[in-house]
T-cell receptor
């Protein structure tokens, strides 16, 4: 079974530029999550989708971050404009509803963003 | 607000020694607790959950509601246990299933 796919793996940008990350979840997984992991910290949930609807985006900085999952499959996370403090690894995860209820999320390898 | 604390950033033990990774939480409702692990160059993955009361790779963890702790233990550490370990909490009810709050993580190094 193919895992969660993310791209790009690495991205370096200047502050105030924009960046987009892509995620393709495990086939059949209705729930998709974007987590932000700053160096030295645990992952923090940014946004959770159930199919193409947003379940939770309470910790998403909406003035600069946006995310969409238009067809209920793959998803894009965008940052515009980027700030230095956005330097982090952006993890995408997915789960079926049953697995989500049991707390088992399947993570991608992450996209490492460096903002200079 | 829910919070997970892992007081040790780094933990080093020798092979065959017992190991305990500490995790404390604060949560007003009925939490579910998990341990996730990330081995070198691998993805973050679930190790075990308290509700299953299972032993995975020799690791166990008991939820102590009185002390609000969920420490991860293994009686005899192996070199392949070297990894980053995260304790995580999930709201047992509500619509935000799968919403995990992670601790800061503990890097475990098992020396030969």
């Amino acid at each position: 079974e193919a895992g969660v796919a993310q791209s790009p793996r690495y991205k370096i940008i200047e502050k105030r530029q924009s960046v987009a990350f892509w995620c393709n979840p495990i086939s059949g997984h209705a729930t998709l999550y974007w987590y932000q992991q700053i160096l030295g910290q645990g992952p923090k949930l940014l946004i959770q989708f159930q199919n193409n609807g947003v379940v939770d985006d309470s910790q998403l900085p909406k003035d600069r971050f946006s995310a969409e999952r238009l067809k209920g499959v793959d998803s894009t996370l965008k940052i515009q404009p980027a700030k230095l403090e956005d330097s982090a690894v952006y993890l995408c995860a997915s789960s079926s509803r049953a697995e989500g209820l049991t707390g088992e999320l399947f993570f991608g390898e992450g996209s490492r963003l460096t903002v200079l | 607000a829910q919070r997970v604390t892992q007081p040790e950033k780094l933990l080093s033990v020798f092979k065959g020694a017992p190991v305990e990774l500490k995790c404390n939480y604060s949560y007003s409702g009925s939490p579910e607790l998990f341990w996730y692990v990330q081995y070198s160059r691998q993805r973050l993955q679930l190790l075990l959950r308290h509700i299953s009361r299972e032993s995975i790779k020799g690791f166990t963890a008991d939820l102590n509601k009185g002390e609000t702790s969920f420490h991860l233990k293994k009686p005899f550490a192996q070199e392949e246990d070297s990894a980053m370990y995260y304790c995580a909490l999930m709201n047992a009810g509500g619509t935000s299933y799968g919403k995990l709050t992670f601790g800061q993580g503990t890097i475990l190094t098992v020396h030969p």
